[in-house]
């Protein structure tokens, strides 16, 4: 079974603060995505990478940026938390550089608030 | 703007009874579609897919239909069953697109 693991499944951070959410797959994906879920919104993309340091924009990019240094492992970073950065954070995985077509399986969440 | 939607944020369903969850989408380009299943604390689990050179697929009680000409994607749960009280999503993409398009889901009661 693909594991996605989210290293932490809630967070609570003070506006300004730099935080990193982790994203870990274990069975050798090429492609990592990072969306965000809110209330009436559904899954919206921020970033994603086809490759060892690669990454490229989603649809929501501002205020956020990502590090893949290696395979297993895609790291979200907000710079400078702001309170609309509140919100559930997924982790996804599949396989194939650069094919939208495979399915992605998703890690549990993260829950981020920032006050 | 967005590109796939789910315009029923709830819907309720007596156990036994068939459920149907609608998806309206907007790019003509898109050819793929899958149908995500999301319980509370979980991430969204892969349920179904659809190609648009077919108009239906099955996969025991759920089924998805596909209306190109209408640009309208149905999943159908029949019995359905407590256990399938959960958030749905759906998505699409296309051959030459990089990523999907997520609906905004659809939370599925079903009364037991």
């Known amino acids: 079974d693909v594991k996605v693991t989210q290293s932490s499944r809630y967070l609570v951070k003070r506006t300004g603060e730099k935080v990193f959410l982790e994203c870990v797959q274990d069975?050798?994906?090429?492609?990592m995505f990072w969306y965000r879920q809110d209330p009436g919104l559904g899954l919206r993309l921020i970033y994603f990478?086809?490759?060892?340091?690669?990454?490229e924009k989603g649809d929501i990019p501002e205020g956020y940026s990502v590090s893949r240094e290696k395979k297993e492992r895609f790291s979200l970073i907000l710079e400078s938390a702001s309170t609309n950065q509140t919100s559930m954070y997924l982790c996804?995985?599949?396989?194939?550089?650069?094919?939208?077509?495979?399915?992605?399986?998703f890690g549990a969440g993260t829950r981020l608030s920032v006050l | 703007d967005q590109q796939v939607k789910q315009n029923s944020p709830s819907l309720s369903v007596q156990e036994g009874r068939i459920s149907i969850l609608n998806c309206d989408y907007t790019?003509?380009?898109?050819?793929?579609f899958l149908w995500y299943k999301k319980y509370p604390a979980e991430g969204p689990t892969f349920l179904i897919s659809?190609?648009?050179?077919?108009d239906k697929n099955e996969d025991g009680r759920f089924t998805v239909f596909l209306n190109k000409s209408a640009k309208h994607l149905s999943l159908h749960i029949v019995p359905s069953q407590p256990g399938d009280s959960a958030v749905y999503f759906c998505?699409?993409?296309?051959?030459?697109?990089?990523?999907?398009?997520f609906g905004s889901g659809t939370k599925l009661n079903v009364k037991p």
């Open positions: 996804a995985s599949s396989k194939g550089g650069g094919r939208a077509k495979n399915i992605q399986y």
């Open positions: 069975m050798d994906h090429e492609n």
């Open positions: 990478s086809y490759d060892v340091k690669m990454k």
């Open positions: 790019n003509s380009m898109f050819d793929y």
């Open positions: 659809i190609s648009s050179i077919k």
């Open positions: 998505a699409a993409s296309a051959t030459n697109f990089n990523k999907f398009y």
